[in-house]
């Protein structure tokens, strides 16, 4: 079987569906479709051999492709005309499906993206972990795989002098405009519509223009607590006059009952990232509450908190088991967030060291070990890489390590101190199956694999979550 990795690929051609490729723009072949890739495209072989991605195509497909890119070792290309369709293949809920970069697999039922997220797992672990005679468990698929998103990042366009809001086009920053996205929070989608519908009451609220950095509106970005109905929305605009904002966030807060708070966030710098460095309440309070499990979760606007609540209750469940405690373990939970895994751990240890640089989260896991009343949850601010020395330097060394980094994995001296220091039990919770098996290829040097299993966190996407239980070989 053929495996690539297609995620470094998206990052670095921004706009190549834009993009007409001069010498091959309007050249077309018939393309079957024999795979598809950590990113979600599928993939085919050109005439010569070469290997072209499909976006929105399924294995087992035949396909009339549009070449619209071709490199030296691989083709881009857009299906034309379905020849023949898989029995995996189902109309997609969402009218924006062929355009927006947020979902990649509506196309395909359920089973059929659970199945194809183990084989790219399976793939990645074997291809460039070198993990042979491997187990996966069946991934923990989502009862309900819609409207699950706790978290919204909306940008603005404007359209016939009207405030639109929508999704970012694949690979581009054209505004698509979208009333209702099927993996949102309903109460994410409600929100949006109230806020875009006042906002074009007032007259001259401009919307960021990126090309010239100029403009006043950027993103909403919403937050909402899955089990509580809380929401939380920040205006992110640059730092030019947002006049009436105090009397639109009256209003909205008046006719949204589930809105805690308004705030708005100022980024004037030419960039992608989305949040920038101040932020100010409006009205209101500048957090929301969630629950997973029978946990209670303080949540500001900065901090991470994992995107389909429901779900994560699973995930946890998952690393619950496989830390298999006694009583008296010392866990480190590092890249912890607001705390979220260590305070889901069941009390059954001697103490629980979380480890998280950003530091309102660092103010919120604490908080949040408080208001669950665990006295032996503990919060370190901080670089993992500095602090886990530090606590594998102390009397009692921690028994279990529990990562859950970023999607970079963790890097080269982290590896190596856990190797030195002779940790006994690791579990790894990653998001990202290639970082994860570059990092398992060092690891199984010194520990067993004792269980793979991934969660389906992000339906109707190719995203990956998976949790890795190690224990040192003897
Ligand atoms: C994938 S999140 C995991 C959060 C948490 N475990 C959860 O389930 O909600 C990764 C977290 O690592 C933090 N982080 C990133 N780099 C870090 C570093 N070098 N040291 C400590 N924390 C870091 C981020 O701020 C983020 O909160």
Known sequence: MRFFYKEKLIIGEINIFDIKDKKNGNKKQIIEIDNITYGGDGIGSLSSGKVIFVPKTI????????????????????????????????????????????????????????????????????????????????????EYPWYYRNKSIIPFTKEAGRIVAGFYKRGTHQVIKNQTCYI?????????????????????ISVYDENINKGLLRHLYIRVGTCTNQALLTFITTDERFEKLEEIADILMGKIPELEGIMRNINNKKTNVILGNKSHLITGKDYIYDYIGNRKYKIGLTSFFQINTLQS???????????????????????????????????????????????????????????????????????????????????????????????SGLNKEILKTVIDHKIKEIIYVSCNPTTLARDLKILKEEFEVLNIQPVDMFAQTYHIETVIQLRRLA
């Open 313 to 407: 209750e699973k995930l946890y469940d998952v690393v619950q088991r496989y830390t298999n405690m006694s009583g008296n373990e010392i866990i480190v939970d590092a890249y912890s967030g607001i705390g979220s895994i260590a305070i889901s751990l069941k009390e059954n240890y001697e103490a629980v060291y979380g480890i998280e640089s950003n530091k309102n989260a660092v103010k919120d896991s604490r908080y949040n070990a408080a208001i669950n009343e665990l006295n032996n949850c503990h919060f370190i601010k901080g670089d993992v890489k500095k602090e886990i020395p530090k606590l594998l330097n102390k009397v009692k060394k921690p028994d279990i390590i529990i990562f859950d980094p970023p999607r």
């Open 59 to 142: 294995p087992g497909e035949k396909h009339l492709v549009k070449i619209t890119k071709e490199k030296k070792n691989y083709a881009y290309g857009i299906t034309k005309k379905t020849l023949k369709k898989s029995k995996s293949r189902i109309n997609p809920k969402c009218e924006i499906f062929e355009d927006c970069g947020g979902c990649q697999w509506q196309h395909i039922n359920y089973e059929k993206q659970k199945d194809f997220k183990e084989q790219i797992l399976r793939d990645s672990l074997l291809k460039i972990g070198k993990l042979e005679k491997i187990k996966i468990n069946p991934i923990i698929g989502s």
């Open 184 to 204: 949102q929070h309903q109460l994410i989608n409600r929100i949006k519509r109230y806020t875009i519908d006042l906002l074009n009451e007032y007259k001259n």
